[in-house]
């Protein structure tokens, strides 16, 4: 049972570049989700999906696209790189969006945008 | 603006201690307050629970406490070993259930 799994799982990035980051949960979810973790800051969610081809804006979007064209995959496509970026990616998802539901994480991607 | 509040930033203890992490919440929205554990390198993992019409839950070491008048909670995490180093998150949920907000995390030390 692999649970979330993000790849890659460290990625070096110049300023201006584009790329995906990949999530994929084999739970049969409905909802996902990404959050970026910096020091001091805790966990900040991104973007989330409710289902397949539904998403929203989470708290920090900005510079970052998701999708949602099957339940298994959410993943995050960040536009145009900056430093600002910089900062270890989490995917999560949860059975449902009802609040007491556990949400799973995954591994993680340690991203640096030089 | 952080809606969940978590202090300290960092704690240290020595084993057999009592380790205590506090947050405060503002949304009176929130009605799901879960706290995560997380090693380094690794994702967070639900720890412990509690939904707001009870004070305190407990799971072997792990008990949280809730105020809900005051809108604070707490984790308390007895007889603290060196297995509990790691970085705490309190967290909490709208009824909607559509977004986990998170406090900022405790950096816990258990010295042997």
């Known amino acids: 049972n692999a649970g979330v799994t993000q790849t890659p799982k460290f990625q070096v990035l110049k300023t201006g570049q584009s790329m995906t980051l990949q999530c994929a949960q084999d739970?049969?979810?409905?909802?996902m989700s990404w959050y970026r973790q910096d020091p001091g800051m805790g966990l900040r969610l991104i973007h989330y999906?409710?289902?397949?081809?539904?998403?929203d804006q989470g708290e920090v979007p900005n510079g970052y696209n998701v999708s949602r064209s099957t339940t298994e995959d959410f993943p995050l496509r960040l536009l145009s790189a900056a430093p600002s970026q910089t900062s270890v990616y989490f995917c999560?998802?949860?059975?449902?969006?009802?609040?007491?539901?556990?949400?799973?994480f995954g591994q993680g991607t340690r991203l640096t945008v030089v | 603006q952080q809606q969940v509040k978590q202090s300290p930033q960092s704690l240290i203890v020595q084993k057999g201690g009592i380790s205590i992490i506090n947050c405060a919440y503002e949304?009176?929205?929130?009605?799901?307050f879960p706290w995560y554990q997380q090693f380094p390198g690794k994702g967070p993992a639900l720890l412990i629970a509690?939904?707001?019409?009870?004070s305190e839950k407990k799971e072997g070491r792990f008990t949280i406490s809730f105020n809900k008048s005051a809108k604070q909670f707490s984790l308390h995490i007895m007889d603290s070993q060196p297995g509990d180093s790691a970085t705490y998150f309190c967290?909490?949920?709208?009824?909607?259930?559509?977004?986990?907000?998170f406090g900022e995390g405790t950096q816990l030390t258990v010295n042997p």
């Open positions: 999560a998802s949860s059975y449902s969006r009802r609040s007491n539901t556990e949400a799973f």
């Open positions: 739970m049969n979810h409905e909802y």
């Open positions: 999906s409710v289902g397949a081809g539904i998403t």
């Open positions: 949304n009176t929205a929130f009605d799901y």
């Open positions: 509690i939904r707001p019409d009870v």
């Open positions: 967290a909490a949920r709208e009824t909607s259930g559509s977004r986990l907000t």
